[in-house]
């Protein structure tokens, strides 16, 4: 903890001395002058940097003593009631423009600290070409260009936590890669309203701590934000795709055959095992005489390499009694719906997510369990959750949440998953921004 500290707070210490001499650099500009005036504006036009970051201490309930979900993580086995901080974030930007202020490179750095520790979250430059104005490069840890719930912000987002199946597939949001993206930026450009994002990105996410396979994933969306249907209407619609996998070390490989995994071990090992989703999203807002109401959706399926306890993708070479454990593959799909709404002032929100996913499409039910041999676990149960939130805004830099989760879970035959699990949970979170 000491040693992951130690370089975080130098990095900050760096960036205010950096903040410190460009405000120096400032007090010494005499802008009564023209020579002072001329110099002022260059520096603005040429320099920008920008602090800031947000934390969200939390207050929740669950239904029973160590509930497991993804609301912010597993409860202890013996608690039901708990604070945290679930998110505690700091982010230094640096942007230089040219003359006619368009971006030329740009740098961000974000970490992230908690009770539970300190860890990095973005840490990637960004360089732009001005001849034509439409492309960029970016390098390093940060989101994956697929979808929407995985790219919006946890400060913007007007929920508490993304959905299950965003969390699984894409655990951390953020990869390490490289990353070209076409978005015209010139005002009058007839495309301005296109982003096209494509790169290969290391696999497994933040959730390892570095790369163990040679194989690389590729992924790309494209996405046309805010076109105008009515006076008052505005669409915005994406498509994604991720082409991966991750190298097999055993020979033994999971598939589904009918309603049963059938194991083979014919000449796997080296062989990629898929990671291959497709996605398709859309946000439609209505303005109405206090704010806008706001439907959102996205749709995701797929085929996803886990294991047989978890179908999140592995940070690490899954091992089992010291030799690489087998690998399973499973055909997934999930979905989520949102309804956002002001209520009479800019002040409130209402907010309704629904959301699913179903980590085995091929196995349902009661089948789930019914005969051991056919290697189901909890892994593959479908799960269904309802939330209700309601938003406070006390200011830009304050709001409020308060959210209640209903999960739902598949009856299986599995012991233990029988019927529903009781594993709804309320979140009362405050949110600072600055």
């Known amino acids: 903890m000491k040693k992951a500290v130690f370089p975080v707070m130098l990095c900050l210490l760096l960036s205010i001395s950096s903040v410190s001499r460009a405000q120096f650099l400032m ?5 009564s002058t023209d020579v002072g005036k001329g110099m002022f504006s260059m520096y603005k036009n040429f320099n920008s940097l920008r602090l800031g970051g947000y934390m969200q201490p939390q207050f929740q309930i669950a239904q029973r003593q160590g509930a497991k979900g993804y609301a912010g993580g597993d409860f202890a086995q013996h608690v039901n009631n708990r604070f945290m901080l679930r998110r505690g974030r700091i982010r230094v930007d640096y942007e230089r423009s040219n003359k006619d202020s368009m971006p030329v490179v740009q740098f961000a750095f974000q970490f992230d600290g908690t009770e539970r520790g300190v860890n990095i979250r973005d840490f990637w430059g960004r360089f732009f070409e001005n001849k034509y104005d439409m492309f960029s490069l970016t390098a390093g840890v940060f989101p994956r260009p697929f979808g929407y719930e995985i790219n919006l912000s946890s400060s913007d987002r007007e929920t508490p936590e993304r959905g299950r199946m965003s969390q699984i597939l894409m655990r951390t949001e953020r990869d390490l890669g490289a990353m070209i993206s076409w978005e015209p930026r010139r005002r009058k450009d007839f495309w301005r309203k296109l982003k096209v994002d494509a790169g290969f990105f290391n696999g497994q996410g933040l ?79 209505v303005a109405n005489r206090v704010g806008w109401t706001e439907f959102r959706a996205e749709y995701i399926r797929g085929k996803q390499t886990a294991t047989a306890a978890t179908t999140e993708t592995p940070g690490s070479i899954p091992m089992a009694g010291g030799v690489p454990a087998p690998l399973y593959i499973r055909p997934f799909d999930g979905a989520y719906f949102y309804y956002v709404q002001h209520l009479h002032s800019l002040k409130h929100q209402l907010i309704v997510k629904y959301d699913w996913y179903d980590p085995n499409t ?73």
């Not at 007090?27 to 802008?31: G, K, W």
């Not at 009856?411 to 594993?423: I, R």
């Open 362 to 434: 091929e196995v349902k039910g009661k089948d789930i369990g019914d005969n051991v041999d056919d290697r189901f676990t909890a892994a593959d149960i479908k799960y269904n959750t309802l939330g209700i939130c309601y938003l406070y805004h006390f200011s830009p830099q304050l709001k409020m949440f308060f959210n209640y989760d209903m999960v739902d879970n598949e009856g299986t035959s599995l012991e233990g998953y029988t019927d529903d699990l009781k594993d709804n949970v309320f979140t009362c979170r405050l949110q600072f921004r600055f």
């Open 207 to 285: 959730s390892g701590t570095a790369d163990y396979d040679s194989h690389k994933d590729f992924i790309a969306r494209a996405y046309f934000r805010q076109l105008k249907v009515s006076p008052k209407m505005r669409l915005s619609v994406g498509a994604s795709v991720l082409q991966g996998g991750m190298q097999q070390f055993t020979p033994y490989i999971n598939k589904i055959q009918g309603k049963a995994f059938v194991i083979d071990s014919t000449g796997n090992i080296d062989k990629v095992a898929p990671r291959h989703y497709y996605g398709a999203d859309a946000q439609l807002r």
């Open 27 to 31: 007090d010494m500009i005499d802008t």
